[in-house]
């Protein structure tokens, strides 16, 4: 299972956009990147999965450059509900989930 | 879609007692459940990947007869603490993978906070 490295903590300001970038230098050929958000005592909630280049949903985006040793999340125009935890995982289809640290965003009036 | 929920919510035991955690898929059928324990500021940590009709298979550390996991159909596994002591008191989340061959996703339910007297 390829490991995650993630910032520990990332503040930032409402209606500001936020880049969260997680490496992962031992990625596989059939890993999936995804991400999740995670409020205190709530199970995680899936944000976003991609495999290489740019994938774009209704609530972020998600960056892979060609050699997938990275990736990043970004948040569009935060607000204070988006202050939470940011879990990256990679993961082989239908492998577990190692979950790393993760980071923890703080959104600021 | 893609709804897990947990049952119960939360519960307090005695010590020494059992207590039984429930985790289904509402609108799906799923062949692979996990669960996961997290301590207050840590991060999930993967006990047992559960396997419909089969046993579970747990992660190093992890006591297998004191954690209890039961798959029985596509949309229900159970979590089992047998024995219960404070050190045991954690959230508790579960996760389901979708059957459909081209799902990479799992979802996860919202957890079960269970506090050991």
């Known amino acids: 299972l390829a490991k995650t490295t993630q910032p520990i903590s990332m503040d930032s300001y409402e209606g500001q956009e936020v880049n969260i970038t997680c490496s992962h230098n031992n990625i596989a050929t059939n890993d999936y990147i995804t991400w999740y958000q995670q409020f205190p005592s709530q199970g995680p909630r899936f944000i976003i999965q991609?495999?290489?280049t740019k994938v774009t949903n209704e609530v972020a985006s998600l960056f892979i450059p060609a050699d997938r040793k990275s990736s990043t999340l970004s948040l569009p125009r935060v607000s204070l509900s988006d202050t939470a935890v940011y879990y990256c995982l990679v993961s082989g289809g239908y492998n577990k989930l190692i979950f790393g640290a993760g980071t923890r965003l703080a959104v600021h009036p | 879609g893609a709804v897990v929920s947990q049952h119960p919510s939360r519960v307090i035991c005695k010590s020494g007692t059992s207590v039984k955690i429930e985790c289904r898929s509402l609108?799906?059928?799923?062949?692979?459940m996990f669960w996961y324990r997290q301590f207050p500021k840590q991060s999930l940590m993967l006990m047992a990947t559960s396997n419909e009709g089969s046993k579970a298979t747990y992660e190093q550390g992890v006591e297998k007869d004191k954690f209890l996991i039961n798959h029985a159909s596509l949309t229900l596994s159970t979590l089992t603490v047998t024995s219960a002591h404070p050190e045991d008191s954690s959230f508790y989340i579960c996760?389901?993978?979708?059957?459909?061959?081209?799902?990479?996703?799992?979802?996860f339910g919202p957890g079960t906070r269970l506090t050991v007297t």
């Open positions: 996760s389901a993978r979708p059957r459909q061959l081209s799902a990479y996703e799992q979802y």
């Open positions: 991609g495999y290489k």
């Open positions: 609108d799906f059928q799923a062949t692979t």
